[in-house]
């Protein structure tokens, strides 16, 4: 008979943040024992077959094993979630849900737990990822070590206020720089270059100058002034931008997805 793993690191949901970390972990060799649950045999077999991970579909037989236990649903099932395990008492408890704070998820979880957040980004599975964590003030030294390991395996870890995690979370995703090179290479498109020498140009512009002005020891305004020089080309083309009310639209955007994270952590 097969030994259960105990003092794991089990993950509730096998969507696509928890598929990102285990590319991460595999990537970086991290061999530590994680289990995943998952209400859909489909993801647990997928997660299984592709990143050779244990997983478990009974609910209370995966909690039973956590050392560290990781919600990783969508911000609308976490407290139905919770409010199934009043029987567990995880030592850990880290939240990736967008918008729950932590006193949410201390009320829906019912029994005592030393509670986290976290916020991991997808390019987590390159190894270059970005995680934001937020701790309960009492949370233990030795468990918050244990929480920023896991997380900076696939990439840095900042630890922030929990008043500014929404910020945060709508300004760190890489939705933006994808965003932003689709509408670079198709204007470009619309210019006149083809669809593969525009995105090698729209992604220069964006991923190479963001790396070099993360390597260099220069100011974000010097690298701006060496490149668009006054008069030139580049400096009318983002004095076009700004005018057409770039910044604008981009702090609008921001802000909508704050209203989104407001909202819920407005739920329960």
């Known amino acids: 008979m097969k030994t259960k793993p105990q003092g794991a690191v089990v993950i509730l ?3 696509r943040i928890t598929s990102a970390l285990l590319a991460g972990f ?3 060799g991290y061999n530590a024992n994680i ?3 998952d209400r859909h045999a489909a993801k647990l077999s997928g997660l299984r077959r592709q990143y050779g991970v244990t997983t478990e579909p009974d609910l209370r037989r995966a909690v039973d094993q956590a050392r560290m236990l990781v919600i990783a649903v969508r911000p609308d099932s976490v407290r139905g ?7 567990a008492h995880p030592r850990i408890a880290v939240s990736l849900a967008a918008g729950i704070p932590l006193a949410n998820l201390r009320r829906w979880m019912g029994v005592p737990a030393r509670w986290a957040r976290a916020m991991p980004s997808p390019v987590a599975r390159s190894g270059r990822g970005l995680t934001a964590l937020t701790f309960e003030r ?4 030795a468990a918050r070590r244990e929480v920023r390991d896991f997380f900076a395996r696939v990439g840095r870890v900042l630890e922030i206020p929990e008043s500014k995690f929404d910020a945060f979370t709508v300004t760190y995703s890489s939705s933006h720089g994808y965003h932003a090179l689709a509408a ?10 083809d669809g593969k020498t525009a995105k090698i140009a729209a992604a220069h512009a964006l991923a190479d100058g963001v790396l070099a002005w993360r390597e260099s020891k220069l100011s974000l305004d010097d690298l701006l002034h060496e490149a668009a020089t006054p008069g030139g080309i580049s400096a009318a083309t983002l004095a076009s931008m700004d005018e057409s009310g770039y910044r604008r639209i981009v702090e609008r955007g921001l802000r909508a997805g704050m ?5 819920n952590a407005r739920r329960g």
């Open 81 to 87: 979630l919770l409010r199934e395990l009043g029987h």
């Open 259 to 263: 209203d989104r994270a407001r909202r």
């Open 13 to 15: 949901g096998g969507g």
């Open 138 to 141: 009492d949370f233990p030294a």
């Open 184 to 193: 670079l290479a198709a204007a470009a498109q619309r210019l006149g270059l």
């Open 26 to 28: 595999r990537l970086t």
């Open 35 to 37: 289990v995943v649950h």
